[in-house]
């Protein structure tokens, strides 16, 4: 309840929160220890020392009353002040209306009220001397002014207790800190491994810190390693089987060479289906291994791709596109998501126009034409690979685009999520496929 109503105030990071935790306790009990030392044991001792010095008054004034003259009460003033180490004046006519002391001075207020109590005659105190304390008494013989050391009533003073545990909780605190942040280096780091990878990138990351970071540092290594060689795997197989068909493929070719023109026609459109989807399949396993991640500018590559698909005859218009920085990708792979999506619009559609948009920490290359479109629950299937919605339509013999594996959508999805963002399928303002497709910036 109260941590959740805390919870906006309370600091983000971890370095905060650990800081919070590490330290508010010790603050807490410092300023306990402190408050009640100070008001237990210096208030008792000042008590003390007061009392003592106020059975001395006590004793002088006694004395001082059963003195026969003002003389002899001078004489014998002179003597109990030397033996008791205070300074008495008498008559005087100094004595202040009001009692004087620092505001903050904790022991002179005890002072001042147990003398204001335990003294008859008591008139006023002054603290004005930070050495001496001046205290006036009115007695039979007239006014009389004692002095004495402040040491005699104060002990040393209590702010130094104060001033000690704030330099030492600082300097503990600055060391902890230190520990803490040595603590805390590991999951920074096991992090800033985890953001990266998700965003395609593999960083030199070994596991380290605590036994329990140090577990989860580990799990994600196992993991990254996991599927990497998963990647691997589906690489090898899929290039694999696609080498091997290329060898029967080309001696398909070699005999169709041979045989007559209008039993051959039919068989070379198979056999050239064949090698578009080898083309293809390679495609896939391929990846974007091997590109290079660079600092580029989207709207160019934008432009790049509607230049080559007007170079192929297609109708490609470039949107309005808000004015970017440059973004660190690979370019290559990113062009060849942004040619299956163009091409796939240029087959279902007569009119493409591509756009760039821009969020918090992403970016989209969106491609849209007139087509068809696809019904919002086939979206999630037409990114998988080898889906091909409507077969009749994309593999029809007369289809000028040829026949589909329907792994397009599929690589441009891979591309995008190993940039750290994903394809995005929805409906266009053209009337088509709107296909966006964000990457992380
Ligand atoms: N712009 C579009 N308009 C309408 N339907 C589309 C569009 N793009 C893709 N589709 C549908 O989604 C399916 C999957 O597309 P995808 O690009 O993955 O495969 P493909 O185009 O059939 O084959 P490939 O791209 O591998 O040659 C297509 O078969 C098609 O039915
Ligand atoms: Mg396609």
Known sequence: MFLTRAKPLLPRGLYGRAALILILPVVLLQLFVSVSFVQRHYEGV?????????????????????????????????????????????????????????????????????????????????????????????????????????????????????????????????????????????????????????????????????????????????????????????VLMLSGISHDLRTPLTRLHLGLELMSEEEAEPLRRDVRDMERMVAAFLDFARGDSGDVEEEVQPAELLARAAEDAARGGGAVTLGESPALGPARLRPMAIRRALGNLIGNALRHGKEVRLSLEAGEGWLAFVVEDDGPGIPEAQREEAMRPFARLDPARSQSPGDVGGAGVGLGLAIVDDIARSHGGRLVLGTSALGGLRAEMRIAR
């Open 46 to 234: 000042t008590e003390q020392m007061t009392r003592s010095i106020l059975y001395d008054l006590g004793l002088v004034t006694e004395e001082l009353a059963a003195a026969p003259s003002l003389a002899a009460a001078q004489l014998r003033a002179g003597e109990l002040g030397r033996a008791l180490q205070i300074a008495i004046a008498l008559p005087v006519a100094d004595a202040p209306a009001e009692d004087w002391r620092q505001p903050w001075d904790l022991s002179a207020r005890v002072v001042t009220e147990m003398a204001g109590a335990a003294l008859p005659g008591f008139t006023a105190i002054s603290f004005q001397d930070k050495r001496r304390v001046r205290l006036w008494l009115s007695t039979e013989r007239g006014e009389m002014r004692v002095t004495f050391r402040r040491t005699r009533v104060s002990a040393s003073n209590p702010h130094q207790l104060l001033l000690w545990t704030i330099v030492f909780g600082l300097l503990f605190a600055m060391i902890a800190y230190a520990f803490l942040r040595s603590q805390l280096r590991p999951i920074k780091r096991l992090a800033a491994a985890a953001s990266a990878y998700g965003k395609g990138r593999v960083l030199p990351y070994r596991p380290g810190g605590a036994v329990e970071v140090h577990q989860a540092g580990q799990a994600f290594v196992d993991m990254r390693d996991r599927i990497e060689a998963q990647r691997e795997a589906r």
